[in-house]
């Protein structure tokens, strides 16, 4: 899908914050039902989603952690990725170039999280050959 300026400016609008439909309209110029139409196709092509996010350093006993994986085999990267998605704690997983194959973005409730995650979870993804794990101490505009 190719974005046209208007999408963008949508899209940067609702970077900065959550507005009503109208709001955008009012400040692009357009009407309502306009917006409403080129979110649907946003969404719909799965450019972008709308959610709440959280700021973790502010709540208490939770942890970000990023696990920098090793796969066993590089044909298994896209199915180990997709599987590593839909373990419980994780809120993104990118395939990655260099030393390891996978960065793994968890959120869990202390460092035991961290290690039930490492143990119970992740350690049953056959194919995944060794990781590291690197807490996040202070995060600066990072919402998950």
Avoid: C
């Amino acid at each position: 899908m190719q974005l046209d300026d208007t999408d963008w400016k949508i899209i940067d609008i609702l970077r900065e914050a959550h507005v009503p439909n109208s709001a955008i309209a009012t400040a692009l110029n357009l009407s309502e039902g306009a917006i409403r139409q080129r979110l649907k196709k946003l969404k719909d092509s799965g450019v972008m989603v709308v959610r709440g996010l959280i700021n973790p350093d502010i709540l208490q006993d939770q942890q970000i952690a990023i696990i920098a994986v090793s796969v066993a085999e590089s044909a298994l990267l896209e199915s180990k990725a997709a599987e590593i998605a839909e373990l419980e704690n994780v809120h993104s997983v990118i395939i990655t170039t260099g030393r390891f194959d996978l960065m793994v973005e968890i959120l869990v409730d202390s460092n035991k999280g961290l290690v039930r995650f490492l143990t119970e979870q992740l350690s049953q993804v056959a194919g995944v050959s060794s990781t590291e794990s690197f807490l996040i101490l202070k995060g600066y505009n990072k919402y998950i």
